[in-house]
């Protein structure tokens, strides 16, 4: 974990560091956030971000780094308040702890804030369709849909290149493998049987005729 600590008391930033350093987190420390935005960059994994600091406060800094970064941020400071808090999340915060707290305390939410983003870009949606791509479960107008091993890759393919004419051959190539020297037309069956599964959005496969197939999602399909 690398995370950028924004604070301006130095004893809060010492008992953190000491804390995440023992557990193998890497922090840097910046004592305003005109030395933060200076410092960040898309190595870090969190941010570590003061509300009440000289200079420009939390929420600005937070809303600087939102313009230009998606890393998760979690608001530390003594502002309790549920409008504060919400201030904080309108402008792209996502959690928040209050002084006083334990060092444990920062270091359980932050992995539990990085498990819960992570767990969230493992998934993909396109149209009616979401995939959590942990679990491969694939999900359909939110109901579950049983696919095969194939029958999932070739989804996961299909999203990963929307809208981009895909020949057999490259079905073939991804899906089956270089090594694959039987007929073509499985590609059509296995086209068949996926679009049957995901029922409601069958029409996102477009066929391409004498070429292959188009994975392309209709915003009118409900």
């Given at each position: 974990m690398r995370v950028l600590l924004v604070e301006d008391e130095k004893l809060i930033r010492v008992f953190i560091v000491e804390y995440f350093s023992k557990q193998g987190a890497e922090v840097i420390e910046a004592e305003d956030g005109y030395e933060a935005l200076s410092l960040l960059d898309d190595a870090f994994d969190i941010v570590l971000l003061d509300i009440m600091m000289p200079g420009i406060d939390g929420y600005e800094v937070c809303k600087l780094i939102r313009q230009r970064n998606d890393v998760p941020i979690l608001f530390i400071s003594a502002l309790s308040e549920d409008e504060?808090?919400?201030?904080?999340?309108?402008?792209?915060?996502?959690?928040?702890?209050?002084?006083?707290?334990?060092?444990?305390?920062?270091?359980?939410?932050?992995?539990?804030?990085?498990?819960?983003?992570?767990?969230?870009?493992?998934?993909?949606?396109?149209?009616?369709?979401?995939?959590?791509?942990?679990?491969?479960?694939?999900?359909?107008?939110?109901?579950?849909?049983?696919?095969?091993?194939?029958?999932?890759?070739?989804?996961?393919?299909?999203?990963?290149?929307?809208?981009?004419?895909?020949?057999?051959?490259?079905?073939?190539?991804?899906?089956?493998?270089?090594?694959?020297?039987?007929?073509?037309?499985?590609?059509?069956?296995?086209?068949?049987?996926?679009?049957?599964?995901?029922?409601?959005?069958?029409?996102?496969?477009?066929?391409?005729?004498?070429?292959?197939?188009?994975f392309d999602p209709k915003e009118n399909i409900l």
């Open positions: 504060n808090k919400l201030k904080g999340f309108e402008l792209g915060a996502d959690d928040f702890i209050s002084k006083p707290f334990t060092p444990s305390l920062l270091y359980a939410k932050c992995h539990a804030l990085l498990k819960r983003v992570k767990k969230e870009n493992n998934s993909l949606s396109e149209g009616i369709i979401h995939i959590d791509e942990d679990t491969h479960e694939v999900f359909v107008n939110n109901e579950l849909v049983q696919l095969s091993h194939k029958e999932y890759t070739m989804l996961i393919y299909f999203i990963h290149n929307k809208r981009k004419i895909l020949s057999r051959n490259q079905l073939l190539d991804q899906i089956w493998g270089y090594d694959y020297y039987g007929d073509q037309r499985i590609v059509d069956t296995y086209v068949k049987k996926l679009r049957k599964k995901i029922g409601a959005a069958a029409p996102y496969i477009q066929t391409v005729v004498k070429i292959g197939y188009m």
